[in-house]
């Protein structure tokens, strides 16, 4: 029980770090002492990859308890289940400039794009989606490594919502885009209608 409590307060702080980081204020705060967009957003990189690092190094380090191991046929459906995560996060990086996007160039855009292409066309946050499954389908399942996808989970629901706050402020048209393709899943028929 005092793992699960650590797994969920550790992510508390990561996703309040990560959070605000990625606010307009601290950007201006950067922007006022030197830091560029290109520069704070690799910095911004930078700290997100250390800081989930040091999170899941401390998570492995905890006492944990196995839920599950799957064999044979049920194996191989959930190591597919991962790869296909894996597919849908490489899917979400196709369409956006992903030197920008990491911060090793200057972006063309003053705000975040607005993208609608690619699998942007059928869900509104990919990215989340895809890392959700890789870590639901994990083959091997404890108590940790499940705690550690709940939390993630609410947290990328949580974050989404912060994120969309933001393009609707810069991207007005936004809210139809909302309005018409889902977050996560995608329906089938905005697929067909695509």
């Not at 090793?104 to 066309?121: E, L, M, Q, T």
């Not at 639901?136 to 709940?150: D, E, F, V």
């Amino acid at each position: 029980m005092q793992s699960i409590l650590l797994i969920w307060l550790s992510t508390l702080v990561f996703a309040i770090i990560h959070s605000l980081l990625a606010t307009r204020r601290c950007k201006q705060w950067a922007a006022s002492n030197g830091w560029d967009e290109p520069r704070y957003r690799l910095l911004y990189t930078i700290v997100s990859l250390l800081l989930t690092a040091i999170w899941l190094f401390c998570i492995h380090a905890l006492p944990d308890l196995q839920l599950f191991r799957a064999e044979g046929v049920l194996f191989y459906m959930l190591v597919m289940l991962q790869i296909t995560g894996a597919i849908i996060i490489f899917a979400a990086f196709r369409p956006i400039d992903t030197m920008a996007f990491l911060g090793f160039r200057r972006s063309a855009h003053d705000v975040d794009p607005f993208v609608i292409s690619g699998i942007y066309r059928y869900m509104r946050h990919p990215m989340y989606s895809g890392v959700i499954l890789m870590l639901l389908a994990s083959p091997l399942q404890s108590i940790n490594s499940l705690s550690m996808t709940l939390a993630v989970a609410l947290y990328f629901l949580i974050g989404s919502r912060l994120e969309e706050r933001r393009m609707l402020e810069h991207h007005p048209e936004y809210a139809a885009y909302r309005r018409s393709v889902p977050a996560f899943l995608p329906h089938f028929r905005s697929c067909r209608r695509r």
